[in-house]
Every structure is written in structure tokens, then in C-alpha cells.
């Protein structure tokens, strides 16, 4: 059974940084792409960041220049370095992982990281 356990959100102010992690508990492929999401209230749930077991990183158009996600498959942890914070980027940041060319999250989600960007 995989799970997904995210951590280090908190409250940041406008223009600072966080280093949100994902550690994953259980098999999964190294081969597979690993997703950072976030999600506000009342909206759905987007995809910021991804990255390839290759390297191969996309990111959303918000979140470029500013985010990096990098991953470690020895520790089967994937982390979203995010820099120049923004309050429009205050939401719950969720992890997941895909076959690569599928844009289908596989696994149940975790409780996510709540991100919260004010002054």
C-alpha cells in the first residue's frame, strides 16, 4: 500500500521561501513521473510542478522561475523548493505519482501541506 506523506508548509510572508517534501511509503516504480498539486477552497486542484525519473521537469506558467522540484529515489522522496512566495500561492500542496504519458494521479492522496503566503 503506498501513502504519501507530505510536509513543510507554514506560514510564510510575501517573497519568502518554503521546501515542501513527499516521502513515499511503499513500492513504486523509480520509472514513474512524480506531481506536485495545489489546491485552494472551492477550486480544483491544479498541477504545479513535474518531474521525470530522468530529470525532465514542466512546471505551470505561475510557478516558473520560482519553484524547483527535484527528487530522490534512494530516500523515495520528491521535494518543491519554492522561492519569491506570493499570496496567490497560498493553498494545500499535495503530491502523487504517474505512469509517465498519463496524466492520471495513481494513488489515494495524502493530507497534503497547507501553504499559507501573508503579510
Known amino acids: 500500500q503506498v501513502q504519501l506523506v507530505e510536509s513543510g508548509g507554514g506560514l510564510v510572508q510575501p517573497g519568502g521561501s518554503l521546501r515542501l517534501s513527499c516521502e513515499v511509503s511503499?513500492?513504486?516504480?523509480?520509472?514513474?513521473?512524480m506531481d506536485w498539486y495545489r489546491q485552494v477552497p472551492g477550486k480544483q486542484r491544479e498541477m504545479v510542478a513535474a518531474i521525470a525519473n530522468g530529470g525532465y521537469t514542466n512546471y505551470a506558467d505561475s510557478v516558473k522561475g520560482r519553484f524547483t522540484i527535484s527528487r530522490d529515489n534512494a530516500k523515495n522522496t520528491v521535494y518543491l523548493q519554492m522561492n519569491n512566495l506570493k499570496p496567490e500561492d497560498t493553498a494545500v500542496y499535495y503530491c502523487?505519482?504517474?505512469?509517465?504519458?498519463?496524466?492520471?494521479?495513481?494513488?489515494?492522496w495524502g493530507q497534503g501541506t497547507q501553504v499559507t503566503v501573508s503579510s
Open positions: 502523487n505519482a504517474r505512469p509517465r504519458g498519463s496524466p492520471i494521479p495513481m494513488y489515494d
Open positions: 511503499g513500492s513504486i516504480s523509480s520509472r514513474y513521473v
